[in-house]
């Protein structure tokens, strides 16, 4: 779950990890130009952008209490045995739908925790408690097993054996990352404290990376440099609950009053 920051005293906007997904897929879908080529294969690329955190669906169902917030756990302070679950439960349900699927979403959490395969210098393994070191060494490894299996199998058939090829495969790995690191720009932070940021590693095909930067205009408009979109002026939007703090919840206790609030969107438009 992602609790986006808020200015004082005012309610917290909550997001589902399945909202922020989405609004990752309708970024994929506006994805493309004649600089920028589309996510391909498309429909494996689009169903694993669009459930790439998937393993949070029951967690977020049920949110938790943080003790320092009054309000959900943010995604970054969530306890690591449900952040271990889910980077197994993510990869499990998109293998299920298609190999490929798989492999993307294994790659992006094995990424997630070793930098990105080297396109980020943040490694959350490094934030690991030593006690759960060893848990989450085991999980990575595994992921890694996976990854070797599934390859395997995509080499095995000629429809598929060009996506694994290393150039068109890490293409699709850094849109991944890029949808996902730009969704959470948008959902971490409330329109006043978005500042300019730059996002690394933007493949403009399988060979060509660029950074893209992300300037505010205000609230509601941001202006791209280069413009990786399709048409200038696309209007993108996600969902989530304005939730504020429960004064008399206890640590770990479920927040039920999530379901009590109406779902509400916050909208942003993409200039070049």
């Known amino acids: 779950m992602i609790v986006q920051s808020a200015p004082h005293d005012e309610p917290r906007f909550v997001i589902k990890m399945s909202e922020h997904t989405a609004f990752a897929g309708a970024m994929a879908r506006a994805f493309g130009n004649d600089t920028f080529e589309p996510v391909s294969p498309r429909d494996e690329m689009l169903y694993v952008i669009d459930h790439h955190d998937q393993g949070w669906v029951e967690f977020d169902a ?3 209490c943080d003790p320092e917030t009054m ?18 439960r993510s990869p499990d349900f998109n293998e299920a739908h298609h190999p490929f699927c798989g492999l993307l979403s294994s790659m992006h959490i094995w990424g997630l925790y070793n930098g990105r395969y080297g396109f980020s210098d943040k ?12 848990r989450f060494d085991t999980m990575l490894d595994a992921q890694l097993e ?19 090829e290393d150039a ?30 730059d996002f690394l590693h933007v493949p403009q095909n ?44 206890t640590e770990g206790e479920l927040l039920p009053m999530m379901s009590d609030r109406p779902i509400e969107r916050q909208t942003v438009r993409f200039v070049a």
Do not use: M
């Open 123 to 134: 490694v959350l393994l490094n934030d690991v408690p030593a006690d759960y070191r060893a």
């Open 62 to 64: 049920a949110p938790l």
């Open 71 to 88: 309000v959900p756990y943010h995604l970054t302070s969530t306890p690591r045995e449900i952040t271990l679950a889910t980077a197994v």
């Open 168 to 197: 068109p495969l890490f293409q699709n790995y850094k849109q991944l990352q890029f949808f996902d690191t730009l969704a959470l720009y948008f959902n971490c932070a409330h329109a006043g404290e978005r500042r300019p940021a």
């Open 206 to 249: 399988a060979n060509e990376d660029v950074t893209v930067t992300v300037h505010p205009i205000d609230d509601d408009t941001y202006r791209f440099s280069p413009f990786p979109w399709s048409q200038d002026g696309s209007v993108l939007s996600f969902e989530g609950r304005y939730v504020a703090p429960a004064p008399d919840a």
């Open 146 to 164: 996976r990854q070797a299996r599934l390859k395997a199998t995509l080499a095995a058939d000629p429809q598929t054996a060009r996506w694994i």
